[in-house]
């Protein structure tokens, strides 16, 4: 996958950052909008998306796996989605699982990158087409590791200048080794191999074909937050 021609992947593999949906036509799902600057739908108003022609499609791990079923239960052609999904993993969640991203692939038939960012929506780190870890957005954050603890620590580098620290809550490792797809930046290696929890079993609702006044009513919400 490529986000914005060549003459990117070489600024980016002589140490510069390029962000990861850049050139892309990208759409995000959720409960909310949590990367700034990419049109949102919310849970439910999916069937407005094709309006966008977007060719990637971004969202929480939860809010993909419930659109997986309603593609699924209505037998929905998204195949316009091209190029790839990327799945948002927030500060505090553990990463992508083997499982879900099976089920990604599966459904959309694209490959799937994920993306860690924190609260405020800006990309920490992100996933490339080698999948060999997370390339750290170093504008914004380090990643390091405390003498003797296993678990990551991400230290948020803010704009003022100022800095805070926080630990991740999962292990791993970081190297500047030249990554597969070319790049030698700074990676979240090692990652833990994450598991969908089977003693507390994703329970999607009941999913309904928009109608009438609720079909109406979603359909404002989600061109306030395109307009947004």
Not at 74 to 98: C, H, K, M, N, Y
Not at 109 to 117: A, D
Not at 218 to 226: F, L, N, P, V, W
């Amino acid at each position: 996958m490529k986000t914005g021609g060549e003459s990117n992947r070489t600024g980016a593999a002589q140490g510069e950052e390029v962000h990861p949906l850049e050139g892309l036509r990208a759409v995000q799902i959720g409960t909310f909008q949590t990367l700034p600057n990419v049109p949102w739908f919310p849970n439910d108003s999916w069937h407005l998306i094709p309006v966008q022609a977007p060719d990637v499609l971004a969202g929480t791990c939860d809010s993909l796996r419930r659109l997986c079923q309603y593609i699924t239960a209505w037998r929905l052609d998204f195949t316009f989605i091209q190029r790839a999904i990327f799945v948002v993993t927030q500060l505090g969640e553990r990463p992508l699982s083997d499982q879900a991203r099976d089920e990604l692939w599966r459904v959309f038939g694209v490959p799937v990158f994920e993306l860690f960012v924190a609260g405020d929506g800006v990309i920490l780190a992100h996933e490339c087409e080698a999948h060999q870890g997370w390339h750290v957005n170093t504008r914004a954050a380090q990643f390091v590791k405390l003498r003797g603890e296993p678990h990551l620590v991400l230290r948020r580098l803010l704009p003022d200048g100022a800095a805070t620290a926080i630990g991740v809550g999962f292990a791993g490792a970081v190297t500047r080794e030249v990554c597969a797809c070319g790049i030698q930046t700074e990676r979240v290696v090692n990652l833990p191999a994450s598991e969908l929890d089977p003693d507390a079993s994703f329970e999607l609702a009941p999913i309904r074909r928009p109608s009438g006044s609720n079909a109406n009513a979603r359909g404002d919400q989600a061109k306030r937050a395109m307009v947004g």
